[in-house]
């Protein structure tokens, strides 16, 4: 699997127990299998309302890469971008801080925003939470 990202949850004792105990009876090989499963079947369940939500809002679903030579074409169009994402958004290590500043108008990442330190400083106003 590429482009994992790990979280850390909060359970209480008994459903951890109540893991244990699926995992034990070999339901799942572990508890992560057990939690990624939980979360895809649910994700599955609201396939429909992400769909339409990404529709709505205009968002560009998946992993989503940045380099300078995009930006410098739009820069000399006299454009500017805003980043809506669900999933990965990459600004490639060629982009200047100068240059998102000339270009990107605003970020929005629903997963995972990677960039270097100086550009994400540089848009630090410009990126929606």
Not at 88 to 101: C, M, Q
Request: proline residues 1%; without cysteine.
């Amino acid at each position: 699997m590429a482009d994992i990202e790990k979280i850390t949850i909060n359970l209480s004792v008994v459903d951890l127990g109540k893991i244990d105990l699926l995992v034990n009876e070999g339901f799942y090989t572990n508890r992560t299998d057990l939690i990624r499963t939980a979360i895809r079947n649910l994700l599955d369940q609201h396939a429909t309302a992400v769909e339409q939500a990404v529709v709505r809002h205009s968002i560009a679903m998946g992993v989503v890469t940045v380099t300078g030579k995009d930006l410098e074409k739009r820069r000399a169009a006299g454009e500017k971008v805003s980043y809506h994402v669900l999933g990965l958004l990459i600004i490639e290590d060629d982009v200047a801080p100068e240059l998102a500043l000339a270009t990107i108008e605003s970020v929005k990442v629903l997963g995972v925003f990677r960039a270097n330190k100086a550009v994400k400083e540089a848009l630090v106003e410009r990126i929606q939470s």
